[in-house]
């Protein structure tokens, strides 16, 4: 599914027009963008938690010859399901 297909499923789920759920569905990206940023996490119960984890920096290797090379730390996004998610997906 992507960004069009769940606009339309969210549209037709709660009766908003496409234009209304496009603006929901964009304040939900950005708010937790921002929040991300800020190294809060978003916890939606029975769904699941949106957090940044840090990777440390560490040596890695050059495909091409084999060569060690640095690999910078960085923050990554994780999600993590909540049970009722989890129920429902097996």
């Known amino acids: 599914m992507n960004k069009t297909q ?11 027009s496409k234009g209304e759920a496009k603006k929901g569905l964009e304040a939900f990206m950005k708010i937790t963008a921002a929040t ?13 938690t949106f957090l940044i984890e840090r990777k440390h920096a560490r040596t890695g290797r050059d495909p091409r010859n084999g060569a060690p090379i640095r690999i910078a730390a960085k923050n990554i996004v994780k999600f993590r399901p909540g049970n009722e998610l989890s129920e429902l997906v097996r």
């Open 6 to 16: 769940l606009i339309e499923s969210i549209a037709s789920e709660t009766g908003l």
């Open 36 to 48: 991300l940023r800020n190294g809060d996490k978003i916890t939606l119960s029975g769904f699941g």
